[in-house]
């Protein structure tokens, strides 16, 4: 079962004979070859936090040795940023998706004047060989996205994963594998959370350890990951289900894996 489930407005549909109605919806499937595709980060060890904008650091003593609790924002006049690198060996050429996004568990926050984040990536054909600091270094996609963080994150009191996802970053995963030579050495996108405004005390915290949390909970979740939806139709449970008839109308259901805006179209073709 998803992690979590959102139910999409109810859409009506003025009457056409039901028999074309779903034929039209059996004609507009994807090409197989597209998928949901969900990586992990890489590692843990490159995987962290920038400090005042100089100090890579990874406070191993909060989390178990193997693993690190990250924050973004500003706490106490100390200021957290991240970056978090992926492999994604399908993405051999440039990509084309519906939809991309990074989904972290939450692990609490506190967001008083509000927290906005540019999420951007590295152009280079292989960014998780520069470790570290000097990953921020590396030169930035021109596709940013803007995330607005507005209230505080509910920590899962490490027992149980809540998530939180990103705005789509399909435009910056596409202008990546644009690059000349991605590919070549594997094909691995790194992304940076910077901060752009926050005031002095907003900060939200996501686990990102690859074994059991600090003091028990759930092991082997890995909260940190890029969810890539190469089709529409990969971005939903399922195919859309046509139900309750009436003379004048008929109901679309549809379940999707994030928040999105929907829109439906009929016709005869």
Known sequence: MPTRLRTVSESYLRLLPIAVLLLGTL??????SAARRVYEPVSDSDDGRLTDGTVWDHHPGE????????????????????????????????????????????????????????????????????????RFSLPRTSASVLWTVTAPWDSSGQRIAKWVETPDLSAILEEVSAQPGWGAAGSEILFFLEVESSGSDDV???????????????????????????????????????????????QVNLIPHTDADVFVEWGTD
């Open 63 to 134: 989390q178990s040795e193997s693993g690190l609790l990250l924050r973004l924002g500003r706490e106490g006049g100390t200021l957290h940023e991240c970056s978090l690198g992926y492999a994604v060996p399908e993405f051999s050429g440039p990509a084309s998706v519906e939809d991309a996004r990074l989904r972290m568990n939450m692990q609490g926050g506190r967001i008083d004047s509000g927290l906005s984040v540019r999420i951007t990536a590295a152009l280079d054909s292989n960014p998780l060989a520069t470790s570290g600091a000097a």
């Open 204 to 250: 939200v915290r996501f686990d990102d350890t690859h074994g059991a949390y600090w003091n028990g909970g759930n092991p082997g979740i890995r909260p940190a990951r890029l969810i890539v939806n190469e089709g529409f139709l990969d971005a939903f449970h399922g195919r859309e289900l046509l139900c309750r008839p009436t003379p004048t109308s008929i």
């Open 27 to 32: 004609g507009a499937a994807e090409p197989s």
